[in-house]
């Protein structure tokens, strides 16, 4: 076990830092000069690149970066920067929100119909259920305090979901800000359509699952997980309306959660998408909230959903959860997981940033514990593990990045909304493999898999085996320079292949490797003996990146 | 001493990875029993049929008149014949334990201390404890066929089916997805290059990243995936994960009863389907539990005609109950108390009379299951660890905190 101080901690609080690693050889990594238990620049650069943007960095990008480790931050700096990071924020928050669902089945399962009726159903609903999501990109990416997720005077729509609800778009049709003029108020998230058809509530429940899931994800206070424990004898046989107000151990939540209620009260109910009949779709109504007790949150009067917003974006849990759900997404690690250290932390780099998330991001991404090649140990926690396994959002984007192959199949058949359509199968949890690759499913399945698992190397192995053919004809055959820059078909002398494969493990994993060094002999077997079998310059290159396409560093990064 | 990830990595020829071992010793598959879990998510209504109550004036039950089979009681609602026939058949290998306390009324709460035990988060559930102990020599000790499954700590040891059959799709050439991207068939020569390079590369990574906390269970998870990605590809030629009939139905009980009779797995873990939440229109209940019954009745049906009804238990559970009185939608809401079915291999037919004429818990006798008021107010750990005693394993070690439910263990 090692003890040292941090080089470059996120902030002052983390003194000491315990780094409980043994990496055995840290100068793998020529002309590096890494310290002992943090990745070198180029494998930070490449695990920077995924955490932002969900794809490996460009091989110009590496270069530069293991040629003057100094340009590492710089990089960074300009991915946190960039719109590239727009797919990850949605990706982010469509798992936070639990938006990001099947698209085949209940809470989604909106139909083709009417001015609608032409498109493919896996289409429109991809459509509606990222409507949530896009409102944090556009908060984002547009620079914007991060507040305005509760405090935004506009939902976000494009011509599909202001179809769906009932909005006006302008120009092109794209995703842009939009308004209800039905009277309803502005809230951001918390006027938001979609995000209260996946978040159901029944008329018994009365806006309490709402409220829940609402302070989850805004606040990381979690009723659903607070250790209750029901005690003997309780008399629930009214439904529970007097247990409620005076069983204490049911006031405990009850006596916070159930104020907030009137807040959310005009959404309707519970809609079933799939029993639409034409659209828009009718999600509020004024008059549901009669018969609701004035509005508290946590004690504070509000008048309307209005005041809610406000109330939470001041709120102090509102920031230290935005730090907490943000760092645990950069760090592959559960939010509840986060340390309270880290987020003291990190506050105020927040704070400093006006609330703006590409600083914190970017703050993260260069800090030793991003880096870290071991566990990080904190005084109240671990901050970081080592490994960070890519979900399959991530495996899908790293592989069309790098290859060009996109994994789709088109459905054909209509199980009862319409015409599926096209749909990616590496990230699809309907059709697809998302959940034998690991991922959520934003109802049943809340957090991605942190660990191995077979099918996620099966559905790898499969995906590998396509994306080899794709990139192997495409580069050599078409010219198009996606991985094979230095080599022909003609080409088969071990020096030049190994200079191929040096390109390889720098741009696949960050690697920056010798030619003659472990790492590039692993391949070059696997080139060598296909070459000998088939005696195909062609086969040999599928063999090698179907190898290479399915490496652990590709899982873990 | 062999353990599950030295034995594991000692396959891949893993050494350095392998010497970081020392997990618990796992006993062998050979004879062990089979464990079905059979999950009706939502929280069902006991006065059904497990605790019917009846002549009750404080707890609303279902109309008409019941009948009994065997030591169980069934309301006779007109829609429930499927119910009845699956009791008359089976009422023989069942037993019914009633009030069982989930001490929460959440649903993904409850259902979590029910398939764990404890309200842990990220604790695996019964069926993948088992599993990790009995069937470490399937290629997939667990197989999950439906929501709310756990494989928490033993993710390796795990696959699922999918919605779609999505797992026939990605494993059986002939069943896959068409694509405009060419498959590569590569020769068993390639296979092996490829397996010996995904290993070395494991090796390296561990060389460079160091197989410290997280970092050596990760890789010892990947080398065991690894390993039964392999095994689930050489079980696919002649096995059920070809077949297109089923892959061409919704037919989770079909799917999970050859996986078990084909020894693809050790452990399932079934839902059936309904969403059982009725906090109105609680006459639904009948309906579902006749569809309950159904799958049930095809279930045991298919595990008699593979030869191992005899060897595997079934435990049937939902999440929580529903609470005595109808409410003003004609609903039933939560309620902290709920019940077990389990049928099967070494279950005594018994019903455990774990509640009051009110639907409140009552504490029963463990060995006789009768009330008894300084007997035992029955747990989720209590169920599991029964379910443990089932299928041969310690319960003490699995479920310390548990006891035995002895009326139910045959």
Known sequence: MH?????????GMWVVLLLVGCNNDPGKAPGTGVAPNTLSPTQHLSRASIALRGVRPSLDDLEAVRDNPGALDGLIESYAASDDIGPTIRHMHGEWLLTDVFLSFYPAAYPTRGALSDMDAH???????????????????????????????????????????????????????????????????????????????????????????????????????????????????????????????CVGCHNTLDPMAGAFAENVGVVFPQYTWSYPITTWDPGLAADYDPILFYGVAAHDVLDVGQIIAEDNRFARCAVRRHYGQMMAMDADAVPDSVVDDLLPVWTAGDERVRPLLAEIARSDAFASTGPVVVEDGVAAEGLRRATPWHLQRVLEDLTGFRWETDVTYDIGFGRVGEVELMDNISYGFRVHAGGADGFDIWNPMRTANPTTLLVMREAAGMAAKHVVEADLVDGEGHLLTRVSSDTSDETSIRTQLVDLHLRLFGEAVSADGSEVTASWTVFANELERSDSVTSAWEATLFAMLQDPNLLFY | MTTRRNFMLGSLGLGGLAALGGLAPVARASGSKRLIIYFAYGGWDPTYLFDPKPGSSTVDTPTGDWVTHGDLTLWDTGSMSATHDFLGRYADRIAVVNGVSVSSLVHEECARRLLTGTSAELLGDVASRVASRLGETRPVPYFTLGANARAHGHEAQAATLGWFNQLQSLVAPDLAWPTDGRRLAPSSALDDDVQAYLSRRMEQLGDVRGLDGTNAARLADYAESLSRAEQIRAFVPGSFLEDWSLFNSYDVVGHAAAALAEGFSQTAFISDGGYWDTHSGNNQQAGMFDDLADGLSDLLAALERAGIADDTVVMVVSEMGRSPLINALGGKDHWPYTSAMLIGAGVNPVVVDGTDDTLRQQRIDLNTGGASS?????????????VTELVGLDPAELYPEGEVIHAVVG
């Not at chain 1, 003890?3 to 902030?11: D, E, I, M, Y």
């Open chain 1, 3 to 11: 003890v040292q101080t941090r080089a470059k901690p996120l902030r």
């Open chain 1, 123 to 249: 289409a429109l609903n991809r459509a509606v259920t990222e409507g949530t999501a896009r409102l944090a990109e556009h908060i984002v990416l547009e620079d914007r305090p991060y507040s305005e997720l509760v405090t935004a005077d506009y939902v976000m729509a494009n011509d599909v979901t202001a179809e769906v609800w009932g909005l006006s778009v302008s120009g092109d049709g794209d995703w842009q800000e939009a308004r209800f003029d039905d009277g309803r108020l502005h809230s951001g998230l918390l006027s938001d359509p979609n995000y209260f058809v996946r978040h159901a509530s029944t008329d018994t429940n009365r806006q309490r699952a709402r409220s829940a899931h609402l302070m989850r994800a805004l606040l990381c206070h979690d009723y659903m997980r607070r250790e209750v424990r029901v005690p003997e004898g309780i008399d629930l046989t009214d439904g529970g309306d007097n247990a409620i107000k005076e069983n204490v151990v």
């Open chain 2, 374 to 386: 300084s007997g035992h107010a029955l747990q989720t750990h209590d169920v599991l660890a029964t």
